[in-house]
């Protein structure tokens, strides 16, 4: 089944890059450490019913911080700070299900 499935999907057919186009990773910021814990946490889902069709991903958040101007001669220049959040993505969380249904066994 899985030569069945490689041959229908061609992953790294280079037809499928030029008509869907290339993904770009601008304006994130991905961290390793980041994506080393989104695994761990998608190794233990909290529901396996949403495993099966959620997981688990850090998503950053820009947050403008309050600056206080004392005589309003300041120069402050544009500053965003980035908070981390999970959020839940519509993908099948597999790594979780393999887990789970083996501690279950």
Request: hydrophobic share 35%; aromatic share 8%.
């Amino acid at each position: 089944t899985g030569i069945i499935l490689v041959s229908s999907i061609h992953p790294g057919d280079p037809s499928l890059i030029d008509s869907l186009g290339e993904g770009t990773l601008e304006n994130t910021a991905l961290s390793t450490l980041d994506t080393f814990l989104d695994q761990i946490r998608n190794m233990f889902p909290e529901n396996i019913i949403q495993a099966t069709f959620q997981q688990v991903q850090t998503y950053y958040v820009p947050i403008r911080p309050k600056l206080q101007r004392l005589n309003g001669t300041s120069n402050v220049s544009e500053v965003v700070f980035h908070k981390p959040q999970l959020t839940y993505t519509n993908e099948m969380n597999v790594l979780g299900l393999k887990l789970s249904i083996a501690y279950t066994n």
